[in-house]
């Protein structure tokens, strides 16, 4: 991990590097989906659905009662497994803008369960939650532009899944023992990603040809990076965390 570089704007260069690259190549060779292009996103790909059910096969998967996921595209096969399986989904909201929803499957129809894990239909069958009752999470699910068999991991370059997981980190919902998963295209995956200290990395990738268990477990970042928050500073969920930890 790359902690005390001189220039860390060569880390953030090859960061971004990387990200076209995999861009790049999902257009070309046409394992992109909906929504395209894919330049800017957490990029959904063929074969999302096996990727998803290599890791509903382990047993952290099978033992969580909580699950926390990113909004994106591409792990929706696994919101709708999680709530099929019964387990309450809270979920992010997009950029963090309305915190952080929950869904619980016994509140909703099980025809609708599809349709609860987009954006649009988490909005109508979850609920907004506070930080105060955000219940404790078993299992961490993120998207990612690329990572690789060490668990490192990059996103499109918001921050905002390092920030989700920092949070909940901070008021004690997840600890260093929450495993972290993500689901990617094959292709995603490249030999090095450099990080920094506040990068989050995955425990487990799965993709639609094989599963990885990343041995040794990779370090996590420990909360929020106060310093490098920008204008995240004025999000809503943030100010409640403040509070909250005022507390």
Avoid at 148 to 163: M, N, S, T, V
Wanted: positive net charge; hydrophobic residues 35%.
């Amino acid at each position: 991990m790359v902690e005390n570089m001189d220039d860390l704007s060569k880390v953030k260069e090859e960061k971004q590097r990387i990200r076209k690259m995999i861009w790049d190549l999902m257009e070309k060779y046409n394992i992109a989906r909906f929504p395209r292009p894919v330049h800017g996103r957490i990029p959904n790909f063929v074969g999302a659905e096996l990727a998803a059910e290599r890791i509903t096969s382990l047993d952290i998967w099978v033992n969580a009662n909580v699950i926390k996921a990113n909004p994106d595209s591409p792990q929706k096969p696994l919101r709708y497994r999680a709530l099929c399986d019964g387990k309450i989904l809270v979920m992010a909201s997009p950029k963090l803008r309305e915190g952080f929803l929950l869904l619980d499957p016994s509140k909703i129809p099980s025809s609708k369960y599809a349709y609860a894990s987009t954006i649009r239909g988490a909005f109508i069958y979850g609920k907004k939650i506070s930080l105060k009752d955000m219940p404790n999470v078993d299992l961490v699910i993120t998207g990612s532009v690329a990572v690789d068999r060490k668990g490192g991991r990059i996103g499109k370059g918001g921050g905002y899944a390092e920030l989700e997981y920092a949070i909940l980190r901070e008021i004690g919902s997840i600890t260093e023992q929450t495993p972290v998963i993500t689901t990617v295209h094959d292709i995603q995956i490249v030999n090095h990603i450099p990080l920094e200290p506040h990068d989050l990395t995955v425990d487990y990738i799965g993709t639609p040809k094989r599963l990885y268990k990343i041995t040794p477990r990779p370090p996590k970042p420990k909360g929020i990076y106060w310093e490098l928050l920008g204008d995240k500073i004025k999000l809503k969920v943030i100010q409640e965390l403040r509070q909250y930890l005022r507390k």
